[in-house]
Structures are given as structure tokens and as C-alpha cells.
């Protein structure tokens, strides 16, 4: 009970569901909700000693300032000057969240399994940019290699970064559906921007 | 519709990412204050016409409070700075000084 | 009659036809033709009636700034009202109705009123209506909402889609004129980031009407070249169709994109809504071109000069067979060569100057016209048609020389910069007494974020009004704007014209019969005599004299009227022209379509819709949800043919008797952790909870620093440095924000972490006497009183589902409140369903717990407290501590007045007659305050009827509070006699809390 890990309460795998249950759309740009993911926020300060090894015994790269480092199915993104987000696999989540906590003892940190908090989108093709231009205040052509931008996505908060073919955006879960009709909405076939 | 470079993140933040928090600089007053220093800390702003400092967050963004010199007439803003600060960077003062002369200062 | 010619037209394509309607009559016109090229080809001058007098409204200019032409577009879903046909394309299967008559266009009966025009001067508005009292509401309103008014509201939800894009970049240019382009060339040659937006379909603007040679081709082969070069440039965005509507702080900039305007049901957006961060922005919006005053210019025939040309040269359309050309400046001349040039008519240039020798003068007289310098117009000759004019002298006061007979009479009065854009944000002008305009003064520039010029003018809406001076005064624009070396503009042929010569008036000497049929402002009806009245009744400041003539209001905006309504403005008081300014220029610079405002943000998406992990289930099971912040949460479950009221009593009997579920998802869940957690917390609430024990739960409180109660919640301590906060439904993202302002802002050096985990969270209240068994049947830990007591937490699972329980109770009843991982929060109260099914579990909504709470004598905050109350106000003071030196809103809460005997505290309230005081009811007091309404000495706060006691309850403040226990008071109660309760205790059922324990 006193161990800060048993603080979270971790989800096995079996039965989790998305906030919408995978739905996809195809318009100008390909959209579809993924995930469930394991996500993970860590606040900590970057000088921390030993971050950067508790990060890499899950396979992770601590990010430098609005970047994030994905790597396969894994990803460590700066969230802010003392908080992080850790992407892993959904089944590992529990104990890369106990693990976590266990190299960083002693040093004033927070980790919080929030993988049940989160939606993800996926948006995808070659014009998967445009979706975001229509409800980001966020200038896409200035995204930079591995830029992790927290915005807004019309009316709700909003991270985005550039992945494979299109975009990985993450928004809360409440308002999944939300953010589901916003993308379809933008990536409608016949209102491409250019 | 403003837009503040949020000194934590390096982001040029459209207005729509932030949240207001008004006077920069005040000093809290708890108990064992008098009903002046009270009434100053809750209720007394000053609302220049001129340079102005003032808190703002960037909620959708970092998620951190920063502080902004912002002149409040033309909009000019002179530079932003994070909230541990207990005064503007000296640098800002000086800046803002060499643009506005007649200023008196953040206090 | 205006018809279409049989050769020319350099925007159209005669060989693509397009039928539409106007008025429900078919016409024809061609594809490149706006609405009003198409009208005037078919002979149709005559496009409205004016909004005061209801005079006959034709065709006056080719652009942006038409008074008269606005139309309905559409029908049903797609109605639109108010579209200017001089910016509308034509394309097939339009339809167009003129607005603002009654019954028809060519008989409208509100003409009546242009026969008493001398009762309905400037200002009549204020005037007239003011007395009798009652015929505002009776007469006058009801008449001018039948007479007045522009087009219709549509009343179907509009079929189109509209949206809205961002976009970044280093120099904006609006205007796709020869300047814009320009301009765009040097801002883009350093490699700027450039956007150039054009209103029109087409780039280019006057120039190649206008007939210039740039580098030695013609205007129009130039833009052609030009554009082609800048579409090529990969750091350049060309958009046309796309209006700038206005320039806000720090660069920002709205365009409306007109993306199937003109091809409607494509499939595309209607309308785009751009919302563009320039680092800089070139104003090249061109000039607009001032009518004359003389009596009878408004009558339909009468045109811009510059008009009568663009329907000539860009669609072919002759506005009539015989034009009189009017002038103060050589401009003019070239659309009487224009005219000539087509076959057609004109019968003489009156030139209000003395002399007239310039080139384009003397081209003109070579081609045979005739030229009457020194000469105005008296009197305009027709009624819904121009039939001729009446020629005088410029310095006389209108004795008719001689009549010329003609169907046109094409005007110019100079030509003034459009500044809209230099002004929004505050870009000073200057009076260029030589040219007799107002120009962007470049000392004094509207500001950016960086201190420094935001809007760059460029040629013509720099003042720079012809080509080759436009052309090289862009180029520097375009350069400054994007901070790059200046490049070579462009060469055009010199223009030689001769200045122009301000007139304001004509004649000079106009008696006020014939001012008083000067029209300044055709749309609203102001004409030269009103604005002089206004001067007269000592109106100096222009903007009281724009607001009390209506002079450049609706959508006019300062395009039309504004030089000439000032300027006879200045005369009448005897000022000069700059010393009387201009009214203030505000966006839109026309009219942005509302849809195209609202963007996405309808139907479905209208707003953020927040909906916890069950909401489906709730949905498939007859809940009734009401609005909580953005969530939705069921009020109550329907069954059979119950209505709200009889379910909610179900609910609540069921949950006291049996067992109840409830979805508390919405809650918020903040953890704070760190070595200062506790010491902060102790800041945050007014009681303890450094000191609560790992385990435990505790109630608490949070103040604003004003002292006055801002949320509420029960506290658990998860570990030595790990707390979790919950908060009020709506409170979730306000206490997360209020938390990191405090640990950010003033204890930055407190170590302490916060994260919000609402959503990663489904909660569940299982509440009722039968809430142990249900959770013992769905198995896993032990929730026994002895394991799992009063206000404490364990962690395990059930049903094997990972889960931690609170055993809390907001009902009164044994109560569990089951957190769950917001993926397995669908499955757990699927589990928790079946499992009660042989206890008699049911869910219950909002509503049954707002009443078990209150039964419990429970406050709810934004019931009990609406920002004014301090919890001493309601009774708990038992949750402040005494101990602490500080915490937010304990100062606040030392103020004399919080303590007065005075205050309104809490109560509870039982009607003598059992019924249920009025939501928002006040508590009568003796006597009349000074406004002679009643007093009050307080009101109700929580009013519920309870099946439990099968009565009314309330809770209420009151002066005096439970200090007056037993008294009866009198509540107030609409359309009804007071209603009488008795002052009692708010625990109303189980005072003595046996239920906690099942």
C-alpha cells in the first residue's frame, strides 16, 4: 500500500476497448482511431539523475525540448519542462509504470498510467497535413524533424507529431468522438486546401 | 488576437492556446495582513495605458504560466519570461526603457 | 438600354451560356459574367429599392463597393441574403430576387415615403419615434419592420458546408492587382514565405482595363506572365475568390475563400475562412472611385465612370446606348474613349474643371466627343431610368443651360486608397490636399507584436494611383514587408494626366431643392441636405453624424460615401477635410457569411460532447441526459410511460431500499505528490489533510483567496507522498489549473507534482443498503465493515477487474464508489447490472442523487454557493481548522462583514403544507427597500420534493440561520400567495447516520 506503485491502478489487456472501438473514414486523408496505447505521464525534471537510464531500461529516449523519439512501438515525447510522455505497448504498461518508479526512487518525480485517459488518431496520406491545418493553430510548415506540437484541435486540447505516412494525434478520451467528427469532418473528399 | 512566444517551450502561442491571469508581480498577502495590503493584493490593479505585465498560461500547450511585458495601447509586447520570476529580467527593463522613457517602472 | 455588345468581353466565354433567374424571369449570360454583368446585358438596371425612401436603385458600380445591387441568392436551404451581384458570378441555374421592395420591384408601395421625404430628414429615427410612448411598439416599429430592411433570414438550416483553415506566413499581400503582384514578386524573390489573396476571380485588377503597357505588353499579358512566374515560386500561395476581411492585433488576418460559391452542391466547402498569422501584410487593395453630388445622382443609369468601363471591357456589356460622362479629373475620359471605342454614344464629357488639355482630353476631342469644361450637372432627368441631364455652370447655383438626352451618366469624383486594412488596427491617415484623399500616413503604421509596421500600402491604396508609380511603390512595399533587398519593379508608361479638382457639390452654388436630391449615401438614403441638417443641429464629431444620418452604415462601411460625406461635413462647419477625419474602418470590409464564422462547429460538432465510458450504455437505456460543463450525465432512467419526476422517485426509493448505481465517472481525480504534497494540500483546503492517514478518505474544501467556497471533495491519501484530490464534476480542469497556478506561480520552489487522471478513471457509486452484497457477489476482495470502514479506500479487484474502492457515501446510505480503468468501466457496471439483478439494482441518475443529498442536509456547490458564501455561511465550520496559520482564503474569510450576525447562513426549510417551494424562491422580510420592492432577509438554495419523507425539503440561507430554528417564515411563490416553512435542521433523514452502515 505505501509502495507509490500500487498507486496506479493497472489494466490488464484483456477486454480493454478504445474510447470508439477502432472506427476508420477515408476522405482526402485516411483517418483512424488506434490504440488502446500504453501512455504514461512522467513528470520529472530533465537533470534528474539516472532519467535518462530508467528511460532506456524501457527502451526509451529522453526527448530534448518538443521532440519526441519514437521507435517502433515505443515513444518518449516532451510534454513540457518537467513532464513527459512515454508511449509502450498497452500490455506492458503496468510494469514499465512499476519499473519506472522503481529506478527513479528517491528523486521527486510522478508517474501516472494514462493510457485509459487517452484517444489516438491516426491520420494518414499525403495530404494528412491539411486535416491538422484546418483545426490547428499550429504552423505545419515549420514542424520540425520529430516535433512534438500540443495545440488545440479546434475546441479541445490536442498533441500531434508527424509519423510513417500522416500524423499521430492524441486528445482525451472523453472527447474522442469528438475529435473522430472534427477529422472526418476535415478530411472530407472534395475540400482539400490545395 | 495576440500571439506570446511561451519562454518554456519556444512555441509562438496563438492567442486560443492560452488562458489569461491578469497583473503580473503581486504579492500575496495572507493572514496577518491589514485590510490594506489585503485590499491591494485582492483588489487593486492597475490597468495602465502603457507597458503592462501580466500572467499568461499556456494551457493548451506546456501547460506552464509565463509572464508577459506587454505595452496595453499599441500591443507592442516587449518580451516574455517565466513566472518564477519576482521582477522582470533586467534585460526587459532595459529594453523597455530604451522604447519608453517616460515609464516608471514594474512596481 | 444596357445591352450585351457583340464583340469583347475580356473575362468571358461566349461560348459557354448559363441560364439563371432574377425574379423569377430566365435570362442568359456567360460564363466569366458577374450577376450584374448578366443583368445589365438583359437590360436590367433596375435592382432595388432604397432602404428610407424606397426610390427606384440601378447598378452603380462594378466591385465591392455596389450600394444597391445586393440580392437573395438561392432559395430554401440555400437562401443567402444581401450578396452583391457586382462580386456574385454567374453560373447556371442561379437565382436572384431583389430585396427591400414590396410588393414587386417595379411597384412598390413604400415609394410613399420618398414623397415625404422632407418629414423623414437626417436623424429621423431619433426624432420622430420618441413620442407618443406606446407608438413605438405599435406603429412605427411595425411599419419599418415591414418597409425597411435588407434581405430576408433564411429560415431553413443552410444545405452548404463551410470550414475554416489556418495558415502561417511571412508576408500576406492582399490585392492581385499590378501592385499585389508586385509586391509578391519582390516579398517572395528573398525567399519569404507569401501569401497573395484576390477578392475576384481574376488577377490584375484595373490595369488591363484600364489599359496600361508594363515592360512594354499590355497590363493584361504582364499579369498573365506574372502570375505564372509566382505560381511556380514553391514559397508562394495564390488564392483568388479570396477576401481579405480584416486585419486584427499582432497580424492577424480572417480571408473568406469562396471556394463553391459559384458552383453550388459540389460537394466542396461554400465557403473557407481563413485565419492567417502574417509576420507582415501589403495592403495593395487598390482604390475605390467617388461618386459626384449633383440632384438626381441616384437615380438608376447613373454609374461609377470606372464601372461603365469594366462592363465594357471585361464582359462586353453596354450599360446604355448613350452615356454622358461627368468629371472632376481625366480619368473619366478614358471610359468615354472606352465607349466610343465600342460603337457606342457619348454625348458629351462634363468637365466640372476649366480646363480640360491633358492626353486623354485631347484624345477624346480627336475622337469627336464633346467636351464642356467648366460646366456641372443640375439635375439628373428620369425616374427608374436615367432619360437625360441638365447642364449649368460648375459656379453657379443650377440654371439649366441646356437638356442632353441620354440612358447613362457616368460619374467620377477622384479616386480615395482603399485603407481598411491600414486602419483596423490603427493605421493613422493623412490628407493628401493635392489629390484630394485620405492616404496611409507610413509614420505612424499600425503596430505588430514586435513594435514594428504590420501593414505595408502599395500602389493605389498607398495613393500611388497610377501604374508606373503603383508598380515602383509596390516593389519597395513587397521588399520592407518581407525585409528583403529591394528588386527592379516593373516599368509602365508614364500616365500624363492632369490633377483633378476637389468638388464636392455641384454646382458649387446647389440651392437646397437641388441638395436636397444629392444622394451621399444611396443604400441608407443620406443625402447632402441631411448631412448639412445634422451639421445645423451641431453635430461636429463625424461619428455622431454617421450614427445620427445613418451616412456609411449597413454595408457601405466608408466605400461609397465616406470622402464626399465628410467632406461637405467639413464645409458645413466651416473645417478643413483632415481636421474632421474619418469615422473608424472596422472589419469585415464586406460582409463574411456566418456560416463561413461558425466554420465546423455545427450538428454533431457543434461543441465538444464529453461522454464517460458508459454513456452508450446509458443511451441504450431510456437515460435522460442533462448538459454538466461540456459532459452529458443521465438525469434519470425512464421506464414504461413514466415521466421524469415518477423516475427519479423510483430511483431514489430503490437505491434506499434496495441498491443504486451510479455513474460518477465525471468527477475529477487529481494526484498530487512530491515531499511539500501535504503542506500544499494544507494550503489548498481549509481543513488538514497533511495528516490524514495512508488509507484514508477525508471531506474538504477549497476556497478562492476572497475566501469565498469554490469546490469540494473527498481527499484519499494513497501513500506517504501521493495524495488524490476529487473534485466537483465541473471543477476537474479549474482545480487542476487553480493547483498548478499556486505551485507554479508562488510556491515554485515547493516540490510537489500534480497530474490530472480524471479520464483514465471510470467511477462507479453503488449505493443502498444492499450495495455489500452486490459487491461481494461479483467477488475478488473483502469489503466487509471490519476490512473496509467509513471513509477509508482498498485497492484489489472485482469481478476480476482491477479496481479501487472508496467506501463514501454522498446518498447517506452504506455506500461504495468503485474507480476502474476507464477501458474496463463499460465492462465493470455491465457486471455490477447482472450481478444486482436479483437485489433489485437499478441505475439512477443526477437528479435522485441531488435529492438523496439533500435529504442528508448535504450542500452541493453551485447550489449552496454561487461565489458569494463562505463555508462558515453553511454551517462548516467543522471542516476549517482552527490550527493553521494560512491557508487560500483564510484572510479573505477575516473580514468583519464575513462574520457578521447579519449574513444569510444555511437551514433547512419544511412547508407547513408539505408542498415544494419554488426553485429560486426569496424569504419575505418586514417593509420596502428604497426602490419600493420588498425586502428579503434570504433564499432558497435546494428544493426537492422527497419520496422519502414524502414531502417537500429545502435548504436555503437565511439571516439568522439555525439560530431561528422553529420559526416560520414565508417563502415568495409566483402567480401564487407566499409559501410558509418552517426553519428545522438540514439533515432531514437518518440525523443520526445509521444508514452509513447498511
Not at chain 3, 469481478?799 to 461504495?816: K, M, Q
Not at chain 3, 448535504?858 to 455561511?873: A, C, K, L, N
Amino acid at each position: 500500500m505505501a509502495d507509490p506503485v500500487s498507486t496506479i491502478v493497472s489494466a490488464p489487456v484483456s477486454a480493454a476497448v478504445s474510447a470508439l472501438g477502432n472506427p476508420s473514414f477515408e476522405g482526402f486523408a485516411s483517418i483512424r482511431e488506434i490504440g488502446p496505447l500504453g501512455m504514461i505521464t512522467l513528470r520529472v525534471k530533465p537533470d534528474v539523475p539516472g532519467l535518462a537510464e530508467a528511460l532506456q531500461a524501457l527502451g526509451l529516449t529522453l526527448p530534448e525540448m518538443r521532440r519526441i523519439v519514437v521507435g517502433g512501438d515505443r515513444a518518449a515525447g516532451w510534454m513540457g519542462p518537467d513532464e513527459y510522455l512515454l508511449v509502450v505497448p498497452y500490455a506492458e504498461v503496468s510494469a514499465a509504470v512499476a519499473r519506472l518508479s522503481d529506478s527513479l526512487k528517491g528523486q521527486h518525480h510522478l508517474v501516472a498510467d494514462v493510457s485509459d485517459a487517452r484517444a489516438v488518431f491516426r491520420i494518414s496520406g499525403a495530404k494528412a497535413d491539411q486535416v491538422l491545418r484546418k483545426l490547428c493553430p499550429a504552423d505545419l510548415d515549420r514542424l520540425e524533424p520529430g516535433e512534438l506540437r500540443r495545440t488545440r484541435a479546434a475546441q479541445v486540447a490536442a498533441a500531434f507529431w508527424h509519423q510513417d505516412d500522416g500524423f499521430t494525434l492524441v486528445c482525451f478520451r472523453s472527447v474522442a468522438g469528438y475529435v473522430m467528427g472534427l477529422l472526418q469532418n476535415a478530411a472530407q473528399p472534395g475540400s482539400e486546401l490545395w | 488576437m495576440l500571439t506570446l512566444e511561451c519562454p518554456y517551450c519556444g512555441v509562438m502561442a496563438d492567442e486560443t492556446e492560452l488562458t489569461p491571469g491578469y497583473e503580473a508581480h503581486l504579492k500575496r498577502f495572507g493572514p496577518g495582513s491589514t485590510d490594506e495590503e489585503f485590499e491591494a493584493y485582492m483588489f487593486a490593479r492597475k490597468n495602465p495605458k502603457g507597458v503592462h505585465f501580466e500572467r499568461w498560461r499556456h494551457a493548451y500547450g506546456c501547460g506552464k504560466w509565463f509572464l508577459a511585458a506587454r505595452d496595453t495601447a499599441t500591443l507592442e509586447v516587449f518580451g516574455t519570461y517565466p513566472a518564477q520570476s519576482s521582477a522582470p529580467p533586467q534585460a526587459l527593463q532595459d529594453k523597455i526603457k530604451a522604447k519608453r522613457p517616460d515609464w516608471k517602472g514594474y512596481k | 438600354m444596357s445591352t450585351r455588345l457583340s464583340k469583347g468581353g475580356r473575362l468571358i466565354d461566349r461560348s459557354a451560356a448559363v441560364e439563371f433567374t432574377f425574379n423569377g424571369k430566365r435570362l442568359r449570360g456567360f460564363k466569366g459574367d458577374t450577376l450584374a454583368a448578366s443583368l445589365l446585358a438583359n437590360d436590367q438596371m433596375l435592382v432595388g429599392r432604397s432602404f428610407k425612401y424606397h426610390r427606384a436603385r440601378g447598378i452603380v458600380a462594378s466591385g465591392a463597393e455596389e450600394p444597391n445591387a445586393l440580392m437573395n441568392m438561392g432559395a430554401g436551404a440555400r437562401l443567402e441574403p444581401n450578396q452583391r451581384a457586382t462580386t456574385t458570378e454567374t453560373f447556371d441555374g442561379l437565382s436572384a430576387q431583389s430585396q427591400n421592395h414590396w410588393p414587386s420591384l417595379d411597384f412598390d408601395v413604400g415609394v410613399i415615403n420618398n414623397a415625404f421625404s422632407r418629414f423623414l430628414p437626417g436623424g429621423f429615427y431619433y426624432k420622430t419615434f420618441i413620442h407618443p410612448r406606446f407608438a413605438w411598439k405599435h406603429v412605427f416599429e411595425p411599419f419599418i419592420r415591414k418597409s425597411a430592411g435588407l434581405g430576408k433570414a433564411p429560415t431553413e438550416m443552410d444545405a452548404d458546408r463551410y470550414e475554416q483553415a489556418y495558415a502561417f506566413c511571412d508576408v500576406l499581400v492582399a490585392g492581385g492587382g499590378i501592385a499585389g503582384l508586385q509586391a509578391a514578386l519582390a516579398a517572395a524573390s528573398g525567399g519569404a514565405r507569401v501569401m497573395v489573396l484576390e477578392q475576384a476571380p481574376h488577377w490584375g485588377g484595373r490595369a488591363p482595363v484600364d489599359g496600361d503597357v508594363i515592360e512594354g505588353i499590355p497590363a493584361e499579358a504582364w499579369v498573365k506572365n506574372t502570375v505564372e512566374t509566382l505560381e511556380k515560386m514553391p514559397n508562394v500561395t495564390m488564392r483568388s475568390r479570396c477576401m481579405v476581411a480584416g486585419v486584427y492585433d499582432h497580424s492577424y488576418v480572417l480571408a473568406e475563400d469562396r471556394v463553391a460559391d459559384h458552383t453550388p452542391g459540389d460537394g466542396r466547402p461554400k465557403k473557407r475562412l481563413w485565419r492567417i498569422r502574417a509576420t507582415r501584410i501589403v495592403a495593395a487593395t487598390g482604390a475605390l472611385e467617388r461618386p459626384l453630388s449633383f440632384a438626381g445622382n441616384d437615380i438608376p443609369g447613373v454609374m461609377l465612370a470606372s464601372a461603365v468601363r469594366d462592363y465594357v471591357v471585361n464582359w462586353a456589356v453596354s450599360p446604355g446606348d448613350r452615356t454622358v460622362v461627368v468629371t472632376n479629373n481625366d480619368d473619366a475620359y478614358r471610359t468615354a474613349i472606352a465607349l466610343k471605342e465600342a460603337g457606342l454614344a457619348v454625348p458629351c464629357i462634363v468637365d466640372a474643371r476649366a480646363q480640360a488639355d491633358g492626353a486623354l482630353p485631347t484624345k477624346a476631342r480627336a475622337m469627336g466627343i464633346r467636351i464642356e469644361t467648366g460646366k456641372a450637372i443640375a439635375k439628373v432627368k428620369g425616374g427608374k431610368r436615367v432619360t437625360g441631364v441638365a447642364l449649368c455652370m460648375q459656379a453657379g447655383e443650377g440654371a439649366a443651360l441646356e437638356e442632353i438626352s441620354c440612358d447613362v451618366v457616368a460619374m467620377s469624383g477622384g479616386w480615395s486608397p482603399v485603407v481598411h486594412l491600414w486602419s483596423h488596427c490603427g493605421g493613422k491617415l493623412i490628407w493628401d490636399a493635392a489629390a484630394a484623399m485620405f492616404r496611409p500616413d507610413a509614420a505612424r503604421p499600425p503596430i505588430s507584436h514586435d513594435g514594428l509596421a504590420m501593414v505595408y500600402p502599395a500602389g493605389a491604396a498607398n495613393g500611388a494611383l497610377h501604374a508606373d508609380a503603383a508598380l515602383q511603390d509596390a516593389a519597395k512595399a513587397g521588399a520592407a514587408a518581407a525585409g528583403a533587398d529591394p528588386i527592379a519593379a516593373a516599368q509602365a508608361e508614364p500616365r500624363d494626366e492632369a490633377p483633378l479638382e476637389p468638388i464636392w457639390v455641384m454646382p458649387q452654388g446647389a440651392g437646397v431643392k437641388l441638395r436636397a436630391k444629392m444622394w451621399l449615401d444611396y443604400q441608407n438614403d443620406v443625402k447632402v441636405s441631411d448631412v448639412q441638417l445634422a451639421a445645423r443641429e451641431g453635430y461636429e464629431s463625424v461619428e455622431h453624424t454617421k450614427r445620427y444620418t445613418t451616412l456609411g452604415m449597413a454595408t457601405d462601411q466608408g466605400k461609397l460615401s465616406n470622402i464626399n460625406g465628410l467632406a461637405v461635413l467639413a464645409n458645413a462647419l466651416n473645417a478643413e477635410i483632415p481636421n474632421v477625419g474619418t469615422t473608424t474602418f472596422r472589419p469585415p470590409y464586406t460582409p463574411v457569411t456566418l456560416g463561413a464564422l461558425a466554420g465546423e462547429a455545427r450538428g454533431e460538432i457543434f461543441q465538444p460532447l464529453r461522454r464517460t465510458p458508459m454513456h452508450a450504455w446509458h443511451e441504450a437505456h431510456g437515460a435522460y441526459f442533462e448538459p454538466v460543463g461540456l459532459w452529458r450525465r443521465p438525469y434519470c432512467y425512464t421506464r414504461g410511460g413514466e415521466n421524469h419526476a415518477q423516475s427519479v422517485e423510483r430511483e431514489i426509493l430503490n437505491t434506499r431500499g434496495n441498491v443504486g448505481m451510479l455513474d460518477a465517472s465525471t468527477l475529477g481525480k487529481l494526484i498530487v505528490k512530491g515531499p511539500d504534497a501535504g503542506r500544499f494540500l494544507d494550503m489548498l483546503y481549509t481543513n488538514v489533510m497533511s495528516n490524514l492517514g495512508i488509507g484514508k478518505c477525508r471531506y474538504g474544501l477549497m476556497c478562492n483567496e476572497n475566501g469565498f467556497l469554490s469546490d469540494d471533495g473527498v481527499v484519499v491519501r494513497l501513500a506517504e507522498d501521493t495524495w488524490l484530490c476529487h473534485t466537483t464534476t465541473g471543477g476537474a480542469e479549474r482545480i487542476h489549473a487553480h493547483m498548478e497556478d499556486w505551485l507554479q506561480c508562488e510556491w515554485w520552489d515547493w516540490q510537489v507534482y500534480t497530474a490530472n487522471v480524471t479520464e483514465e478513471y471510470a467511477q462507479i457509486a453503488v449505493a443502498g443498503p444492499k450495495s455489500r452484497a452486490l459487491l461481494e457477489k461479483l467477488g475478488g476482495m473483502d469489503v466487509s465493515a471490519e476490512t473496509l470502514p467509513f471513509m477509508t479506500f482498498a485497492e484489489g479487484t472485482l469481478a476480476g477487474l482491477p479496481v479501487r474502492v472508496y467506501r463514501i457515501s454522498f446518498s447517506g446510505e452504506l455506500s461504495y464508489e468503485i474507480a476502474v480503468p476507464a477501458s474496463h468501466g463499460l465492462a465493470l457496471w455491465d457486471k455490477l447490472v447482472a450481478a444486482g439483478a436479483d437485489l433489485g439494482v437499478q441505475p439512477y441518475g443526477t437528479e435522485a442523487m441531488h435529492v438523496m443529498r439533500a435529504e442528508k442536509g448535504f450542500i452541493m456547490i453551485g447550489d449552496e454557493t454561487d461565489g458569494t458564501v463562505v463555508p462558515q455561511d453553511l454551517n462548516l465550520g467543522w471542516a476549517i481548522s482552527k490550527k493553521k496559520a494560512d491557508y487560500l482564503g483564510k484572510r479573505g474569510q477575516e473580514r468583519s462583514y464575513l462574520s457578521s450576525p447579519d449574513r444569510w447562513k444555511l437551514a433547512g426549510f419544511e412547508t407547513l403544507d408539505g408542498s415544494v417551494i419554488p426553485d429560486g424562491a426569496y424569504i419575505l422580510a418586514q417593509g420596502v427597500n428604497a426602490n419600493g420592492q420588498g425586502n428579503t432577509q434570504g433564499r432558497v438554495t435546494s428544493t426537492y420534493y422527497s419520496p422519502t419523507l414524502k414531502k417537500g425539503i429545502a435548504m436555503g440561507l437565511i439571516k439568522g440561520g439555525m439560530d431561528r430554528l422553529g420559526e416560520v417564515v414565508e417563502f415568495t411563490k409566483i402567480g401564487g400567495a407566499p409559501v410558509k416553512a418552517r426553519i428545522v435542521d438540514p439533515v432531514f433523514y437518518d440525523k443520526e447516520g445509521a444508514r452509513n452502515n447498511g
